[in-house]
């Protein structure tokens, strides 16, 4: 648990805009990676080593899970079918 918080230490996590995108910035202040908190996809800008990546990509997931996210269309058409 020690490594994953010194590995994630150098990245700042910053909400973009209220879209639900959250950006993933190194110490150089860099753009790494964006997290589409409505997906929950990562799309990466910079190349990483695969065993930071994945700790990122877990740290997101679990600090900002996937929203379902109810429209009103989806709302009225189940409504219609039931």
């Not at 209220?18 to 908190?37: H, K, P, R, T």
């Not at 065993?51 to 409504?79: D, F, G, H, I, N």
Request: proline share 1%.
């Amino acid at each position: 648990m020690k490594n994953y918080h010194a590995a994630l230490s150098t990245y700042q996590f910053k909400r973009a805009k209220a879209d639900g995108l959250i950006q993933v910035f190194n110490e150089g202040c860099y753009l790494m990676a964006e997290y589409n908190e409505r997906t929950g996809i990562v799309s990466w800008q910079r190349v990483l080593m695969a065993t930071q990546r994945e700790l990122v990509e877990k740290w997101l997931r679990e600090r900002y899970p996937v929203r379902e996210t109810v429209t009103k269309s989806t709302r009225s058409k189940s409504a219609a079918r039931g």
